[in-house]
């Protein structure tokens, strides 16, 4: 299982997606991978604790993912600031894995964020 939190700037996301494909396709295809976090997808730094979000179709981030690995199919918003809101934090697994459900959990206002809850068939 990997945790990740990406850059507030998009290229440095798009890299660290790529950087981490070239990890997955090391790993051998029956070993379980899941990969979680704060993905920021749509979220552009102002300036020191500023921050704006920018929804948009289709995330290059995800998509360069989504070339090892299923998406958790979360649309709920999950990240909340001053200047924006979007759902910026999910899950990515195996394809042999199963997906039982998952939800958004509400850390009653411990973090900026919503969790993310998931039950795999491993």
Same mark, same amino acid.
Not at 20 to 32: A, G, Q, S
Not at 57 to 63: L, P, V
Not at 114 to 122: D, G, H, L, S
């Given at each position: 299982m990997f945790s990740v939190h990406l850059s507030t700037y998009?290229?440095?996301?798009?890299?660290?997606?790529?950087?981490? /494909? #070239? $990890?997955?396709? #090391?790993?051998?295809?029956? *070993?379980?991978? !899941?990969?979680g976090g704060d993905f920021n997808v749509g979220v552009t730094r102002l300036g020191k604790g500023r921050y704006t979000f920018e929804e948009q +179709? *289709?995330?290059? *981030?995800? %998509?360069i993912l989504g070339? %090892?690995? #299923? %998406?958790?199919? /979360?649309?709920? %918003?999950?990240?909340?600031?001053?200047?924006?809101?979007?759902?910026?934090?999910?899950?990515f697994y195996s394809e042999r894995i199963e997906l039982l459900t998952f939800k958004t959990v509400d850390v009653e206002n411990r973090s900026d964020h919503?969790? !993310?809850?998931?039950?795999? +068939? $491993?």
């Open positions: 998009e290229e440095e996301r798009i890299l660290a997606c790529k950087e981490l /494909n #070239k $990890i997955i396709d #090391k790993i051998d295809d029956d *070993e379980i991978v !899941i990969v +179709n *289709e995330y290059s *981030e995800y %998509k070339e %090892k690995l #299923k %998406k958790l199919p /979360n649309e709920e %918003k999950t990240w909340f600031s001053e200047l924006g809101q979007g759902c910026i934090d999910t899950m919503k969790a !993310i809850y998931a039950e795999f +068939n $491993i």
